[in-house]
T-cell receptor, first 110, second 116 residues
Framework: AQRVTQPEKLLSVFKGAPVELKCNYSYSGSPELFWYVQYSRQRLQLLLRHISRESIKGFTADLNKGETSFHLKKPFAQEEDSAMYYCALRAREYGNKLVFGAGTILRVKS | DAGVIQSPRHEVTEMGQEVTLRCKPISGHDYLFWYRQTMMRGLELLIYFNNNVPIDDSGMPEDRFSAKMPNASFSTLKIQPSEPRDSAVYFC???FGTGSGPLEQFFGPGTRLTVL
């Protein structure tokens, strides 16, 4: 069963438009959720984690336990946001290892 | 620290050949992970080690894949024999850990494998 679902393989938006990268998960307990990002020719790196409740590069993500979602949002997309984004879950039941979604490519057009 | 180091960065080989991918984790990290990235399946965990011991290899696709970690600063992922469907980017990552498990993972640059 897919534990982390990112329904969009590709999301294309114009510069300045709002962005929402969707992530849904399957877990009945209290998982930790993360967003990882891979910019062109760079390493995969942690963008943000839900327990930090922080905004990184203008991105935020709120854990919605009722909808089992952890969507990544940014009000105004910038060209440098173009990258591959992975949602990931960590839970004790899964040995505390990261379980990644399939990823979403974000393309921000000028 | 140069971060996680992987070699080679690119590998092109023919079907049936043996392929060995190498990884040097960040010094002091006690967890090491091997992932495979494809367009169809995204990022999949193949195997991970804690203190050089394999903990979970349930993601290893089949017996053609094997991984070793002979010491804290080196790991290999071997595919023998390789097949075209093994073509992917293979990432290594490492992290510190606590009693609850691994903390933030730091990824290497990946090895792009093409099997013809």
């Amino acid at each position: 069963a897919q534990r982390v679902t990112q329904p969009e393989k590709l999301l294309s938006v114009f510069k300045g438009a709002p962005v929402e990268l969707k992530c849904n998960y399957s877990y009945s307990g209290s998982p930790e959720l993360f967003w990882y990002v891979q910019y062109s020719r760079q390493r995969l790196q942690l963008l943000l984690r839900h327990i930090s409740r922080e905004s990184i590069k203008g991105f935020t993500a709120d854990l919605n336990k009722g909808e089992t979602s952890f969507h990544l949002k940014k009000p105004f997309a910038q060209e440098e946001d173009s990258a591959m984004y992975y949602c990931a879950l960590r839970a004790r039941e899964y040995g505390n290892k990261l379980v990644f979604g399939a990823g979403t490519i974000l393309r921000v057009k000028s | 620290d140069a971060g996680v180091i992987q070699s080679p960065r690119h590998e092109v080989t023919e079907m049936g050949q043996e392929v060995t991918l190498r990884c040097k984790p960040i010094s002091g990290h006690d967890y090491l992970f091997w992932y495979r990235q494809t367009m169809m399946r995204g990022l999949e965990l193949l195997i991970y080690f804690n203190n050089n011991v394999p903990i979970d290899d349930s993601g290893m696709p089949e017996d053609r894949f094997s991984a070793k970690m002979p010491n804290a600063s080196f790991s290999t992922l071997k595919i023998q024999p390789s097949e075209p469907r093994d073509s992917a980017v293979y990432f290594c990552a490492s992290s510190f850990g606590t009693g609850s498990g691994p903390l933030e993972q730091f990824f290497g640059p990946g090895t792009r494998l093409t099997v013809l």
